[in-house]
């Protein structure tokens, strides 16, 4: 079986304690790699690896150019293997090898080339004084940070979160979810093959509460603690970091609303919405998974919405043509599950998907649920959509704002002055008008309430993981 080690200070290795954990592999739900399991041990020796490589190392001080062209390198040999880290992230957790060659490895690569040239290009403030002064900001990098990433992207929200600190000549200490040991561990080796000085990419693997994850964010020696992941996960590492006043950046839950007008061109909707909620089995927290669709077109788009759900393909995740693998493992299998038997205690008629074999679920759509059941109101994270009728652009936005979260939203109609009210008036960080998943990585990227803390994405990253220091200078 393959083994999945930490990567220290430049080092494959094993736990300080030698003991691993199974990766299992949700489609044949037998194990497929076996994980060092981190323990206090290994996550102090990662502290003080990337600590040193940022007090005493060269990265920090290298530059923006040097920085860059070893960002540049690791994507071309993450672009290289491709295959190898596509493998990674679909046997760990069913995401569809298709969507890891064609979307997944190619936006991780293009993650690090990103904030290298980013970095490398953008400007500092200067300020004219009238009192005879120079003023400029400086950023400098904030030192030490731990990122911490969820199963549902692995290589992409891991490549997310640590490309602008190693940008930005930081250190940065990675810990891999459990469920997806693999990628972050290849990634790792391929960054010292570009040439990364030991220490300044350290994964480390193993669980969150109780374990290395917590104790990363309990560390005195770090700087910043980037973070993906669910809402209560946040509070817990919020609650950690603020022990020592450490700054977060999270990207949490999210329960989006998919708002289609009755002047919506449905040859769009229909595509996008279908997307919005079953690429990924839904394991998506950007999700448009509270559908609501305006009275006059309801029964129009429900039919063709439905006849599009049951063509998508359901299968074996590393067989090209899937389109929905299983849920990433059985807990979450689970947890998915449980929300059929709320749907029939709450309410809500299926009229297509359910459960399918092994831990797979099928694109599940559920009409006229409560609006106040559990299956409207909490993230099942799962191919799963609740639709409900709108009657009118006030009350669309009302049920749409009507959520804890608020971490996008998408608006489907052919109307320019209502796409633009009602962009204005939805509370989400990010809202696509007759679209969705189109990213550009200079937009800041974040939630809303109890989808986040922060901003993330070209200069609002740079805040995050710069000290911004003001130089006064008598002329
Ligand atoms: P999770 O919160 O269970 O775990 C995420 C990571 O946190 C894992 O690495 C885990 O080991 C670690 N962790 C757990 N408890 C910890 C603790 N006390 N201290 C430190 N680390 C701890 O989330 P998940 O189930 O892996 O991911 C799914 C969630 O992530 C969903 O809620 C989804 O919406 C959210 N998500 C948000 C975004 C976004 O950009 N807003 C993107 C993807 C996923």
Redesign the pocket.
């Known amino acids: 079986m393959k083994f999945v080690p930490h990567v220290i200070d430049g080092r494959e290795v094993e736990s300080l304690d030698g003991k691993r954990f199974q990766s299992i592999n949700p489609y044949t739900r037998k194990p497929w790699a076996e994980v060092a399991m981190g323990s206090r041990m290994d996550a102090e020796r990662a502290v003080v690896a990337a600590r040193r490589a940022f007090d005493e190392g060269p990265w920090p001080k290298m530059g923006y150019n040097a920085r860059a062209k070893i960002l540049h390198r690791l994507a071309d040999l993450m672009e290289k293997h491709v295959d190898e880290l596509a493998e990674a992230d679909t046997c760990d957790m069913g995401k569809p090898i298709t969507d890891m060659k064609v979307a997944d490895v190619p936006r991780s690569a293009h993650n690090f080339r990103f904030f290298a040239d980013f970095a490398k290009l953008a400007s500092a403030e200067s300020f004219p004084s009238d009192t005879g002064h120079h003023m400029y900001t400086r950023y400098e990098p904030a030192g030490v940070v731990v990122a911490?990433?969820?199963?549902?992207?692995p290589l992409m929200?891991e490549t997310w979160k640590i490309a602008p600190p190693l940008s930005w000549g930081n250190t940065v200490i990675l810990?891999?979810?459990?469920d997806t040991p693999t990628s972050a561990s290849i990634m790792a080796k391929l960054a010292l093959e570009a040439g990364m000085p030991p220490g300044v990419l350290n994964v480390v693997q193993g669980?969150?509460?109780e374990a290395v994850?917590?104790f990363l964010?309990e560390s005195p020696e770090i700087d910043r603690i980037t973070?993906?992941?669910?809402?209560a996960?946040g509070r817990?590492?919020a609650r950690?970091a603020s022990a020592n006043l450490i700054p977060v950046s999270f990207?949490?839950?999210?329960k989006g609303a998919n708002l289609v007008f009755a002047d919506a061109d449905l040859d769009k909707a229909v595509p996008w919405s279908i997307r919005a909620i079953f690429s990924n089995a839904g394991q998506v927290?950007l999700a448009g998974s509270r559908l609501f669709v305006e009275d006059r077109i309801f029964d129009a788009f429900v039919e063709k919405f439905v006849a599009a759900a049951k063509q998508m393909v359901i299968g074996d995740p590393l067989d090209a043509k899937t389109q929905v693998g299983p849920l990433s493992s059985e807990t979450h299998f689970k947890k998915v599950s449980s929300y059929f038997d709320a749907i029939a205690k709450e309410g809500g008629e299926i009229l297509t998907g359910g459960i399918g074999d092994g831990w797979t679920v099928k694109p599940t759509v559920v009409v006229n649920p409560p609006l106040n059941s559990r299956a409207v109101r909490e993230?099942i994270?799962g191919p799963v959509v609740m639709v409900n009728r709108f009657s009118g652009e006030e009350e669309a936005v009302r049920l749409a704002n009507d959520t804890v979260y608020g971490?996008n939203a998408m608006v489907f109609t052919e109307s320019l002055r209502r796409a633009h009210r009602v962009a204005a008036a939805l509370h989400a960080g990010t809202v696509w008008v007759n679209c969705f998943f189109i990213r550009d990585l200079r937009a800041p990227f974040g939630?809303v309430g109890d989808?986040?803390i922060g901003r993330e994405g070209g200069s609002y990253s740079r805040e995050f993981c710069t000290e911004p220091k003001a130089v006064v200078m008598e002329i």
């Open positions: 911490i990433a969820p199963w549902n992207f929200l810990k891999p979810a459990e669980f969150g509460p994850g917590q964010t973070f993906t992941g669910e809402s996960t817990a590492i950690a990207e949490l839950g999210g927290c993230e994270f971490l939630g989808s986040g």
